[in-house]
C-alpha cells in the first residue's frame, strides 16, 4: 500500500513538476523579449554635450520632458517598470529553489519508504539542480544586453562601488555588480539563478553549522576531544599546505595553459584552504543507519566539524597575506607572521564570542522564569543563537566559527535551563532549517554547474587536484593517528584510520568560500574544480560508503544503549555520581581535558545551570552573595517572598506558580530541569 502510495505521489509531482517548468520557460521567454527591446537603442554617455539617453536608451527630443513634473513622473514610471521585472525574476527565481526542494523532500520519502541507500539526500539535490542547470542553460537563446557604457579614468586602480549618472540635471547612482569578461555570454534564465554569494554566509550556512554544535553527541564528542583537535587544527594545515604546495608545483611544470596568476603560491594556498574544508553528510548519514561504532562516528563528524571552522580561518588569514615589500617574490618573515597572528587572534576572538553570547543566553534562561512561556523563550533562543554569527562578522572576526562553539555552548548549558517544549521546538526548528539549508546549497552547485557564465575547464589542474587531496587527506590522518596512538588508551585501529581518510567528502563549506570571490579567472578556476571535486567525492565515495564498511569489517549493527558502566558516565555528566565522575575523568585523556573536565563538573555547570552540587556549597562563605545571585528563582529561598504584586506569574499564566524550597532543601537536593 505504501508503495502504491508513494508511486501515485512520483506521478503528480512529476505532472506538477513538469507545469512549473513551462510556467517558468514562458515567463522567462516574455523576460527574454523584453530586454531585448529595452536595449536596442543602448547608446554610450559622452562627457561634453554628447548624445543624451535615458534609461531605456530611448534618445530625448530637445523640449520633451523639458517640464521637472513630467521628467519626474517619467522617470518614476521606468523605475516602478524595474523594480517589478527585478520582483518577478527573484519570485521565479525563489520558486524553481522551492519547488526543487519539494522534489528533494518527496524524492527522499519515496526512498525511505522503500528502505533503499543508494543516495543521500544531498546526491538527490545534485541531481535535480544539474538536471535544471543544463535545462536552463540549453532551453533559451542568448540575448544581447548590451547595457549603456562609458569611459572612466584610465589611472583608476580599482572600479568604484557606486556611479553617479547625471541626466537632465538630475543623478541617479548605480552600484557595482561584476567584472564583465569580453567572452561574457548567457541566457535570461542564468540571470534568474545567480543568488547574492552572501546569502550563502549570512542566510545558509549559519543554521548549518549551528546545528552541527547543537546536535552534538556530547559524551562522545568530548570523549574524544584531544584527538578531534588535532585532526581539525594540525590536520587542516597539513592538508591546506600539503594541497596548495602539489598545486602550485604543478603550475611551475607548465604542462597545460593556466589563467595567469594561477602560478601565485598564495593562491594555491587559498584553493588549497577552501578545498580543505570537509562535509561528510552522506558518510554520516549512512553510519548513523547502519549503527556504525559510536567512537568512529565520533572521530568523522567531530573532526569534519572543527574543520570547518579552521579551513575559514586559514581561507581569510591566508587571503589576508600581503608582503612587506610588495616586489618580493616569495614568502615575506613579516608577511607570514601577521598570518599567523591573524589566524590566532580571529579563532581565538571568534571562539570567545560564540561562547560568551551562549553563556550569556545560559544565565538569563536560569535566572529568569522566561520558561514560562515557551514560544518567546525559544525565540530568544534562536535570536541570541544568530546574534553570534552577526557579532563576530560585525567585529571582523568568522561568524562561522562563533555560531558553531555557540551552539555548542547552548547545547552544553542553555539546553538544560529550557522548557520541555522549547527543548523539543529548538531540536526540531533547527534540524529543519539545517535539512532545507543543506539541500539548497547542494541544488545551487548543481545549478552553478551550467548557469555560472565563467567556468575554467582545465582538466590537468582538475585531475591534478584529486592526487593533492588524497595526499593531503593520507599526511594528514595517518601521522596524527600515529602519534595520539602513543598516549592514548583506547588506540585507533587501521580500518578506522582508513576510513577517516575515506570519508574526506567535499560540501557546502568548500562550495561557499569558492564562490564567494569569482572576479579573476583564477578564482573562476578554483570554483570549477570545487564544484568536480564536490560532486565525484559525494557520488563515488557517499555511494561506496556501505561497501567500504564491508571492506574494512568495521562492525555495524552496534547498540547505543548505555550499559552500567555508560549509566555511570551519565551521572558524572549530570553531576549526580561521585564515583561516576571519577571514572569519566579517567577514561578521559590527560592533561587539560581531564582538568577541564573535573572543573566544569564541579564549578561552571552549576554556575550557568540548575545541575550539579548547589552553589553554596560551590562558592566559598565570602561569596555567598553571589551564589545566591546566581541561583535559579526555582530553588531561591522562600524568604524573598513572591514575585511580584499584581502581577505574579500566577495572573500572567493562569496558573499556579512555580514551586520554591527553603535554603536547607537547596543545599542538600539540586533540582533538575525537568522540575522546572
Known amino acids: 500500500m505504501a508503495g502504491r502510495e508513494a508511486l501515485v505521489a512520483a506521478k503528480w509531482l512529476l505532472v506538477l513538476t513538469a507545469l ?40 530625448w527630443e530637445e523640449d520633451e520632458y523639458a517640464d521637472p513634473f513630467k521628467r519626474s513622473l517619467h522617470w518614476e514610471g521606468w523605475v516602478e517598470e524595474q523594480l517589478e521585472e527585478e520582483h518577478m525574476q527573484d519570485s521565479l527565481s525563489l520558486l524553481l529553489a522551492v519547488a526543487l526542494l519539494i522534489l528533494v523532500v518527496i524524492t ?29 542553460k540549453y532551453a533559451g537563446e542568448p540575448v544581447d544586453t548590451t547595457p549603456m557604457s562609458c569611459d572612466a579614468d584610465k589611472n583608476m586602480s580599482s572600479p568604484p562601488k557606486t556611479v553617479f549618472l547625471e541626466v537632465k540635471n538630475e543623478s541617479y547612482a548605480f552600484e557595482l555588480k ?64 600539503t594541497i596548495g604546495s602539489l598545486m602550485y608545483a604543478y603550475t611551475k611544470f607548465g604542462i597545460e595553459t593556466l589563467p595567469a596568476g594561477t602560478d601565485n603560491l598564495v593562491q594555491c594556498l587559498i584553493f588549497g584552504a577552501l578545498i580543505s574544508a570537509t562535509d561528510p553528510v552522506t558518510v554520516l548519514a549512512i553510519f548513523h543507519d547502519l549503527h556504525v561504532d559510536v567512537d568512529l562516528f565520533a572521530m568523522v563528524f567531530g573532526e569534519s566539524v572543527m574543520n570547518d571552522a579552521v579551513a575559514i580561518v586559514l581561507y581569510r588569514s591566508i587571503s589576508a597575506y600581503s608582503p612587506a615589500n610588495e616586489s618580493a617574490s616569495g614568502f615575506d618573515f613579516v608577511g607570514v607572521l601577521k598570518s599567523i597572528g591573524l589566524f590566532a587572534g580571529i579563532f581565538a576572538g571568534s571562539f570567545l564570542v560564540g561562547v560568551l553570547v551562549g553563556l550569556i543566553t545560559a544565565l538569563f534562561t536560569k535566572l529568569t522564569r522566561i520558561r514560562e512561556f515557551p514560544l518567546m523563550e525559544s525565540g530568544l533562543f534562536a535570536l541570541m543563537s544568530y546574534a553570534s554569527f552577526l557579532i563576530a562578522e560585525a567585529a571582523g572576526m568568522t561568524g562561522i566559527v562563533s555560531v558553531l562553539f ?10 538544560f535551563n529550557l522548557s520541555e517544549d522549547s527543548k523539543k521546538d529548538t531540536k526540531k526548528f533547527f534540524e529543519m532549517l539545517n535539512f532545507l539549508a543543506e539541500n539548497f546549497v547542494f541544488i545551487y552547485m548543481g545549478l552553478s554547474l551550467f ?108 547498540k547505543d544503549t548505555p550499559d552500567e558502566e555508560d549509566e555511570k558516565e551519565e551521572q558524572a555528566f549530570q553531576g549526580t555520581s561521585e564515583a561516576g565522575l571519577v571514572r569519566f575523568s579517567q577514561y578521559q585523556a590527560t592533561g587539560v581535558v581531564r582538568v577541564w573536565t573535573n572543573a566544569d563538573r564541579r564549578y561552571v555547570r552549576p554556575v550557568f ?28 529561598s522562600t524568604k524573598q517572598g513572591p514575585l511580584g504584586r499584581g502581577d505574579s506569574e500566577e495572573n500572567l499564566v493562569g496558573g499556579p506558580t512555580s514551586l520554591t524550597f527553603n535554603e536547607e532543601e537547596t543545599n542538600n537536593e539540586p533540582v533538575e530541569a525537568s522540575q522546572m
Open 609 to 636: 545551570t540548575n545541575r550539579g552540587p548547589p552553589l553554596t556549597t560551590v562558592f566559598p562563605s565570602s561569596l555567598r552573595w553571589l551564589a545566591k545571585l546566581l541561583t535559579g528563582p526555582d530553588v531561591q
Open 108 to 136: 527522499i520519502w519515496i526512498f525511505k519508504l522503500k528502505r533503499c541507500r543508494v543516495m543521500h539526500e544531498t546526491g538527490f539535490s545534485l541531481v535535480y539542480g544539474i538536471i535544471i542547470g543544463l535545462i536552463m
Open 451 to 558: 548557469t555560472f557564465r565563467y567556468h575554467q575547464w582545465k582538466w590537468g589542474f582538475i585531475a591534478f587536484s584529486f592526487l593533492a587531496i588524497l595526499i593531503g587527506r593520507i599526511l594528514n590522518i595517518l601521522p596524527l593517528s600515529f602519534i595520539a596512538n602513543i598516549r592514548r588508551k583506547n588506540k585507533i585501529p587501521a580500518k578506522f584510520q582508513k576510513m577517516l581518510i575515506f570519508a574526506g567528502l567535499r560540501g557546502a563549506i568548500a562550495f561557499a568560500l569558492a564562490i564567494r570571490n569569482t572576479e579573476s579567472e583564477v578564482r573562476q578556476l578554483f570554483l570549477t574544480t570545487t564544484l568536480v571535486i564536490v560532486f565525484v567525492t559525494v557520488f563515488i565515495n557517499g555511494g561506496l560508503t556501505t561497501v567500504s564498511l564491508q571492506f574494512l569489517k568495521i562492525d555495524v549493527g552496534v
Open 178 to 241: 561584476n567584472k564583465i569578461f569580453k567572452d561574457n555570454e548567457g541566457t535570461t534564465y542564468e540571470s534568474l539563478l545567480l543568488f547574492n554569494p552572501e546569502t550563502f554566509f549570512f542566510v545558509l550556512l549559519p543554521p548549518i553549522i549551528f546545528f552541527a554544535g547543537y546536535d552534538l553527541r556530547r559524551k562522545y564528542f568530548f570523549r574524544n576531544i584531544g584527538l578531534i583537535l588535532i585532526y581539525a587544527f594540525a590536520g587542516t594545515c597539513i592538508s591546506c599546505f
Open 406 to 415: 555557540c551552539g555548542i555552548t547552548q547545547a552544553h548549558y542553555t539546553y
Open 20 to 59: 512549473l517548468l513551462s510556467s517558468i520557460v514562458v515567463r522567462a521567454q516574455d523576460n527574454e523579449r523584453e530586454v531585448a527591446a529595452s536595449g536596442e537603442g543602448a547608446t554610450k554617455i559622452k562627457q561634453d554635450g554628447g548624445e543624451k539617453a535615458n534609461a531605456s536608451g530611448e534618445d
